[in-house]
């Protein structure tokens, strides 16, 4: 289930030209807020721009950034959501940052299909951009 709840925010254009609009997102799963994940929004049939990425903290908060320019914000739009996080060899969860190539012993945090390109999660972002809560309909690994 994906909610939207509306906070007027705007962020203007970035360097490629294209209106972005500013998001709060939140990051839940069955088991409480997802912290140290990475958010991956994937831009939708008639929603422009490269996509967006957004690193959520202990409390599963986080904002976006476009994936290429690094501009703040993201084009209004339909989006598929991919979430990551990455859970050591202890089961304790890593950075929003860390790598598998940093940590060869980790794994994913999320179960598929959510962790993956083809994630079933989608989010609309309306012209005024705002609050956005994510909800994923599983238990995530880490402790």
């Given at each position: 289930?994906?909610?939207?709840?509306?906070?007027?925010?705007?962020?203007?254009?970035?360097?490629?030209?294209?209106?972005?609009?500013?998001?709060?997102?939140?990051?839940?799963?069955?088991?409480?807020?997802?912290?140290?994940?990475?958010?991956?929004?994937?831009?939708?049939?008639?929603?422009?721009?490269?996509?967006?990425?957004?690193?959520?903290?202990?409390?599963?908060?986080?904002?976006?950034?476009?994936?290429?320019?690094?501009?703040?914000?993201?084009?209004?739009?339909?989006?598929?959501?991919?979430?990551?996080?990455?859970?050591?060899?202890?089961?304790?969860?890593?950075?929003?940052?860390?790598?598998?190539?940093?940590?060869?012993?980790?794994?994913?945090?999320?179960?598929?299909?959510?962790?993956?390109?083809?994630?079933?999660?989608?989010?609309?972002?309306?012209?005024q951009g705002g609050k956005v809560i994510i909800e994923l309909p599983v238990q995530t690994l880490g402790?």
């Amino acid at each position: 289930m994906v909610c939207g709840t509306l906070l007027s925010v705007i962020v203007g254009c970035g360097g490629d030209g294209v209106t972005r609009v500013g998001i709060e997102g939140e990051l839940l799963a069955q088991n409480g807020p997802v912290r140290n994940a990475t958010v991956q929004l994937i831009p939708q049939a008639g929603t422009e721009g490269e996509g967006a990425i957004g690193l959520a903290d202990e409390g599963g908060k986080f904002t976006v950034i476009s994936s290429r320019n690094r501009d703040a914000g993201l084009p209004p739009g339909r989006y598929r959501v991919r979430v990551s996080q990455l859970i050591d060899g202890d089961g304790s969860v890593l950075s929003a940052e860390a790598t598998q190539a940093e940590y060869p012993f980790s794994r994913e945090g999320v179960p598929p299909p959510y962790s993956s390109p083809d994630s079933p999660l989608e989010i609309s972002v309306p012209e005024q951009g705002g609050k956005v809560i994510i909800e994923l309909p599983v238990q995530t690994l880490g402790k």
